[in-house]
Structures are given as C-alpha cells and as structure tokens.
C-alpha cells in the first residue's frame, strides 16, 4: 500500500498594501508536502481583500482556491470553475489579475 505523505501548511502570509500600492490586504495559504525533492501542492488559497473596492464576501475582492473539490476563481462575490494546469499558473495569474485590479481601481480614482 503506498503511503501518502503527511501534508503541512507551506506558506501562510498576509500582506497589508499601502494606499500608494492599492491598498488592502494580500492573503496566501498553501499546503502541500515534499516528494522527491519536489514540492506538491494540495490545497491552496489566495486573496485580495480590500472593503474600499468591494464590500461583499468580507472584501474578498478577488481570490483562487481549490476547496469544496475544484479548483475555482472569486471575483468580487462571483464564483467560477477555472481550468487548473498547475499551482505556480495559478499563483501567476492570480498576481496579474490583482496588479490589473488596483491599476484599474487607480486609475479611476485619478
């Protein structure tokens, strides 16, 4: 019988943004374990909160996660299934899609 190794929390971090920079917080939680030297994430969860942007779904402006059993996108209190490829795509987009959101925010505010 093959063994499943033992998941841990990875990374839990949480980012307070300066109004300069779009204010609002940044929140990641990953866990996973190692295997072969590689790491494998199971569970993950990445937000953008900010209550001056949105005020639903406790100012989860926008957020990525995989619990429930799939894989799916927050976007100011609309829920999606996403295609997953991997961990890191997701991470990557999630950072894009938040950088575009406070560009975007800014911009309107100037």
Known sequence: MVKTPKETLLEQERFELK????????????????ERGKTIVTRYNLAYINHAIYRGDNGRVLGFDNAHGYHHRHFMGKIEAVGFESFEATQERFQQEWLDIVKSAGDKQS
């Open 19 to 34: 109004p300069k920079s779009g204010g609002g917080l940044l929140s990641y939680e990953v866990w996973g374990y190692q």
